[in-house]
């Protein structure tokens, strides 16, 4: 029987949380949340995650929204909760990542009056400072608003708008009682019937494209960038992909939307590329090249290489409601959804070209000739312990193509900034489910400790695993100490080379910057993270790492893997040379 009992703020807003289906709240705690601790304490669906830091309940908060296509929620409190959460709100903001952030402020009878902790207008004004980051920034002064403001700030929290929002609570308000009726969520409202529909095809543009090269004897490929990088999107691209015998590369944070095991894979283009890609998108015999979900960025555009959109027609289709970066590429794109595009792709009736058999003989005979280069740069395939500018120590690709065979297929992939997210980006083969989550633009050192926590709550059935490194320890590292407090079973895997390797390498290298400015002790974060309870071991030799990844698999919670690597250039040669070009 339903409960007619009165509501107060706190639990009316917990409760329009309930109805969106979120399960996990990422939160600090602090006296200024009691209410909404108390709230959460008593709610049968969610679940009150305490982080260790709130740039780290943010990044959970990331993580969750991407492996669970909903959309995450931190809290925390005003002032230095809210300052803590800039960096997570940048970061998401950055990948359009939907997320809730809500702070508890002082009582609003204490606004300007000096009061500890004070960030109203009167204050530090933490609104203000958040507001450019925000889609949507709402300070909750009166109980009888409660209704309109939370529909005001959850509105866009889905993978269509792809929304930020704010919402601060003055904590007596937080305690007060809501009259009956005055529900914080829209009804009837059905997240998840929003996200799977989200922005329809574009049909016309789409069969204009059918007609002109996916049925005539083409040379087309397909680029996927992060719009188009999610597990529903994936299947039926693949499904496309071989209908059409269209190669498909994706861009570093699209990474994940195609199986790179595929014969139609061409790897990865820009950042981090594969040779494959490179040579078939930069060529000059590609008739099409579709981009799907991408607005070209330096990373996705190989420095916004001119060789991306010359002797081809560039035709780019995207769904974002955002006004993209693309003043270097000559012509716009087309709005449409991109998830909605593959569908009604693959619902096409090819036995309308009487030529279409033709057209994909003709296809298949150039993929073959395409998949003569091979994904690797043959420069940089030396494998075993050889020398690093620091002396003798493990290729971090040989580590990373050996955890690609050693780790499950279906395994969830949240990879951090720095040196070991090139080298996971070109060794690391994506089984193409929209299971590699990586934070691309901003791209925070960090990132991935925490949002790991964040992805395996929102995916508990798959196995997840996080590739960081010995400077992204130094930042967000007791995050591990979460993982273990819950009994998250997320595989921490720390490539230790001693250095901020990506700058270390241009200091050895180059003299770009003294080497004093690069270099880090060699830190025993084997010892760190048993210290914070979570099981670890160290590994020096490649051998090793399969019985490290066997223990791994046995332990009940978090388990860390250090690995003893050295810093070695980049196997980034294409992206290098198009930035120094003039």
Aim: with cysteine; glycine share 8%; proline share 5%.
């Amino acid at each position: 029987m339903e409960s007619h009992a009165p509501l107060n703020v706190s639990k009316t807003v917990v409760k329009s949380l309930e109805d969106a289906k979120i399960d996990h709240v990422f939160l600090v705690p602090g006296k200024m949340i009691y209410p909404l601790l108390d709230a959460i304490d008593k709610s049968p669906s969610i679940r009150g995650i305490v982080c260790a830091h709130e740039t780290g309940s943010t990044f959970m908060a990331d993580g969750y929204a991407r492996a669970s296509r909903k959309f995450g929620v931190c809290l925390g409190i005003s002032g230095p909760g809210t300052m803590n959460f800039v960096p997570g709100m940048a970061a998401a903001n950055a990948d359009r990542i939907p997320v809730l952030y809500i702070a508890g402020g002082v009582s609003s009878r204490a606004e300007g009056k000096g009061a500890f902790q004070d960030a109203t207008l009167s204050g530090i004004f933490e609104s203000g400072v958040v507001r450019s980051l925000m889609s949507s920034v709402v300070e909750l002064k009166n109980k009888n608003n409660l209704q309109a403001e939370m529909r005001r700030a959850t509105d866009g929290l889905n993978w269509m708008r792809r929304a930020q929002s704010f919402v601060s609570i003055p904590v007596d308000i937080q305690d007060q009682e809501v009259l009956p009726g005055q529900h914080a969520s829209r009804q009837p409202y059905d997240q998840h019937e929003l996200n799977a529909s989200g922005v329809p095809a574009n049909h016309a543009a789409l069969e204009a494209l059918c007609k002109q090269y996916l049925f005539e004897s083409k040379r087309v490929a397909f680029l996927i960038g992060s719009r188009g990088n999610d597990a529903e999107t994936a299947k039926v691209l693949l499904d496309v992909a071989e209908r059409f015998c269209i190669p498909v590369a994706t861009t570093l944070s699209g990474k994940g939307a195609f199986p790179e095991e595929h014969v139609l894979s061409l790897g990865v283009y820009g950042f981090s590329g594969h040779s494959r890609a490179v040579r078939a998108i930069n060529s000059d015999e590609l008739d099409v090249l579709v981009v799907f979900g991408s607005d070209l960025n330096q990373r996705d555009s190989m420095n916004w290489t001119e060789k991306l959109a010359a002797y081809k027609e560039l035709i780019i289709f995207d769904d974002s409601f955002d006004a993209p970066a693309m003043g270097h590429v000559a012509r716009g794109s087309i709005f449409s959804g991109v998830g909605a595009a593959f569908r009604f792709l693959s619902q096409m009736d090819t036995n309308r070209s009487a030529d279409f058999g033709t057209a994909l003989e003709k296809r298949k005979a150039w993929v073959a000739q395409i998949n003569q280069t091979p994904l690797y740069d043959p420069q940089f395939e030396r494998g075993g312990i050889h020398r690093s500018v620091d002396g003798l120590w493990l290729y971090p690709g040989d580590v990373v193509k050996r955890l690609c065979q050693l780790l499950p297929k279906d395994s969830n992939v949240v990879v951090d900034s720095g040196a070991h997210r090139i080298f996971m980006a070109h060794y690391w083969l994506s089984s193409g489910i929209g299971n590699y989550f990586s934070s691309s633009a901003l791209a925070p050192m960090g990132w991935a400790i925490a949002a790991g926590i964040g992805v395996k709550l929102a995916a508990p059935e798959r196995p997840c695993v996080v590739v960081t490194g010995d400077g992204c320890m130094l930042m967000h590292g007791t995050e591990i100490q979460t993982a273990a407090r819950y009994g998250v079973k997320v595989l921490y895997v720390v490539l230790n080379n001693s250095a901020h390797g990506a700058v270390h390498i241009d200091a050895i290298s180059n003299g770009a910057i003294p080497a004093q400015f690069s270099a880090l002790p060699r830190h025993d974060w084997s010892a760190f993270a048993a210290s914070l309870g979570v099981a670890a071991r160290r590994v020096e030799r490649l051998d090793d790492l399969a019985d490290a990844v066997s223990e791994a698999s046995r332990s009940n919670g978090p388990f860390l893997i250090e690995v003893s690597t050295g810093v070695f250039p980049a196997p980034n040669r294409y992206y290098a040379e198009c930035a120094a070009c003039p």
